[in-house]
């Protein structure tokens, strides 16, 4: 997930599996690579976009679109279908 606030990229990786992973803030103008997180730096920003998120984000349920489920469930169709 990422937010964009002007020059601020806020990144949070691996939430499926972690959901209280710490954000990552980047400053685009002085590190356009990305390479420097300064979340520690700017607590008001991370604050910020915590605030977006919550308001903003609608999490997309699709299970069609989770390959592994789907090939886990194409599995066990498959396994049920030669029981029979």
Same mark, same amino acid.
């Given at each position: 997930?990422a937010? %964009?606030? !002007?020059?601020? #990229?806020a990144?949070? &990786?691996?939430? %499926? @599996?972690?959901?209280?992973?710490a954000w990552?803030l980047?400053d /685009?103008?002085s590190?356009p $690579?990305e390479? &420097?997180?300064?979340a520690? $730096?700017?607590?008001e /920003?991370?604050? #910020?976009?915590a !605030?977006?998120v @919550? #308001?903003?984000h609608?999490?997309t349920? %699709?299970? !069609?679109?989770?390959?592994?489920? /789907?090939? %886990?469930n194409t599995? $066990? &169709? @498959?396994?049920e279908s030669n !029981?029979?």
């Amino acid at each position: 997930m990422a937010v %964009r606030i !002007e020059n601020w #990229k806020a990144v949070k &990786t691996g939430i %499926r @599996k972690n959901p209280g992973t710490a954000w990552q803030l980047y400053d /685009l103008t002085s590190d356009p $690579q990305e390479k &420097t997180d300064v979340a520690g $730096q700017h607590p008001e /920003l991370i604050k #910020k976009v915590a !605030e977006i998120v @919550k #308001k903003e984000h609608t999490p997309t349920v %699709r299970p !069609e679109w989770d390959i592994f489920n /789907l090939a %886990r469930n194409t599995n $066990q &169709t @498959k396994k049920e279908s030669n !029981e029979n």
